[in-house]
């Protein structure tokens, strides 16, 4: 993220806000822009001046939301914002040709259902007038006075490609595009199950092309949500049950076939079933502590987190004192800064058969559970391994090369199947070092995926 010109850009911006407020107002103005509070003397620029630049780089992302929140700039300022703010965001890459094939292809379906939320969304991301007071004074102008002329009352007059040209759709970041894609495909702008998924059908036959696709993500309100994603890096389906917690396998059973309503019959203090939908933006702290404190029925918060951090760590095997490292390593290191994380989720249950692997033979799955998962944001599953010697050597301390072999083999099975898969060795997790090691690992991996640190 450019903080440099992120912080050129709000400078002006905030401080050009001095003249809408009164000496009295600055503080609240302040405050409410999470910017320090400001000197009690001095003029309102110097004060306000003094405050902006008290704020450290790692607060700039934070000001800058509140900013296009509660005073948002004209558009194309607001556009520069965000698309600082969203350049270390997960977006798959669209080249221009494929987007212009997505503008010949939505011909052969509607361009909208709802006007005015299309016009809604047009407005959230792309730049209609060039004339700020024009707006302001109820006046259709630019290139907004074309939209309304060429795409509403005559239909037909505008393709989509050249709609699309108009907007900038083709040179904008692949995060806008994607909000974009999305944004058309949604049930605000098409109020009609049937009319998504005939959009989403359409716009997938080129989208695939380059890898990526419209995928159905989550519900709200009835609808579907789709989100665009990649074909490459994520499994086909959603999740439904994830059990985890549990280094014991689970004594289950289906109390309801047909609704994949699991039962955990036996010891089922010993084991965690999260059955909510897990949408597009994953599985968060913040989501799996609500699950807990409803689950368990804790009210204070402080309590929840903390029990909620015993019960994980209580499940990671004792034999393994490296995999409760990189477990407090990553809590630790992250520390107030995990909530709105992906949650690390400890012995997590993949494959999971009735039968032993001796029963089973020549068809059993190769690998049932995973020392650490997490589900990031765009259906992104990553997972996490902890090597000690019993995966590659026999119970002597020779080098076992079949056990070798079953463990690579799992691995390309995972891989196959959309899983991302990271190993540390035992031994790099020492534990004066794994602190700094495990934290500088997860900040690179969220940077690949655009997790947001800030």
Not at 198 to 218: A, I, M, S
Request: proline share 6%; with cysteine.
């Amino acid at each position: 993220m450019d903080l440099i010109q992120l912080r050129h850009i709000l400078a002006s911006l905030i401080i050009s806000q001095k003249d809408m407020v009164s000496h009295a107002q600055l503080s609240s103005f302040c405050a409410e822009l999470g910017l320090p509070s400001p000197d009690e003397a001095g003029v309102k620029r110097e004060r306000i001046e003094s405050s902006f630049n008290a704020v450290a780089d790692v607060d700039l992302p934070s000001v800058a939301r509140r900013l296009l929140n509660q005073h948002p700039p004209e558009a194309a300022i607001r556009n520069q914002i965000q698309d600082i703010l969203w350049s270390e965001s997960a977006a798959p890459p669209i080249p221009k040709r494929f987007r212009r094939e997505v503008a010949r292809a939505i011909e052969c379906d509607e361009l909208y259902g709802d006007a005015r939320k299309f016009d809604e969304l047009l407005d959230q991301l792309w730049i209609l007038d060039t004339d700020p007071w024009a707006g302001l004074l109820g006046q259709d102008t630019g290139l907004r006075a074309e939209i309304q002329q060429h795409v509403h009352r005559n239909p037909g007059d505008w393709s989509a490609e050249l709609l699309f040209d108009r907007l900038g759709v083709y040179d904008a970041s692949d995060y806008r595009f994607a909000l974009f894609l999305e944004g058309l495909a949604s049930a605000d702008v098409r109020p009609d199950e049937a009319a998504q998924r005939r959009f989403v059908t359409c716009v997938n036959v080129p989208l695939q092309g380059c890898g990526v696709e419209l995928r159905e993500t989550d519900t709200e309100g009835g609808y579907p949500v789709f989100t665009l994603i990649s074909l490459h890096t994520t499994p086909r389906g959603r999740p439904k049950n994830l059990i985890f917690a549990s280094s014991n396998k689970p004594d289950l059973r289906f109390r309801d076939a047909i609704d994949n309503d699991i039962e955990i019959v036996t010891n089922a203090d010993k084991v965690l079933v999260y059955d909510r939908p897990i949408g597009s933006e994953g599985l968060r702290w913040d989501d799996l502590q609500r699950w807990w404190s409803e689950t368990e029925n804790i009210t204070e918060t402080e309590f929840a987190k903390r029990s909620l951090y015993r019960r994980l760590r209580s499940s990671l095997p004792a034999s393994s004192p490296p995999q409760r490292t990189l477990f407090d390593a990553f809590y630790e290191g992250y520390g107030s800064a995990v909530p709105p994380l992906p949650a690390l989720l400890p012995e997590v249950w993949l494959h999971w058969d009735h039968r032993t692997v001796t029963e089973r033979g020549r068809d059993a799955l190769l690998r049932f559970r995973m020392d650490f998962l997490l589900l990031l944001p765009q259906g992104v599953r990553i997972v996490i391994e902890v090597d000690g010697k019993h995966h590659y050597a026999d119970a002597t301390g020779q080098a076992d090369a079949s056990r070798y072999a079953r463990m690579v083999a799992a691995d390309r099975e995972l891989k196959l199947s959309g899983y991302e898969v990271f190993r540390f060795g035992a031994t790099e997790l020492q534990p004066s070092t794994a602190k700094a090691d495990v934290k500088t690992f997860f900040d690179a991996l969220f940077k690949r995926y655009g997790v947001s640190l800030q």
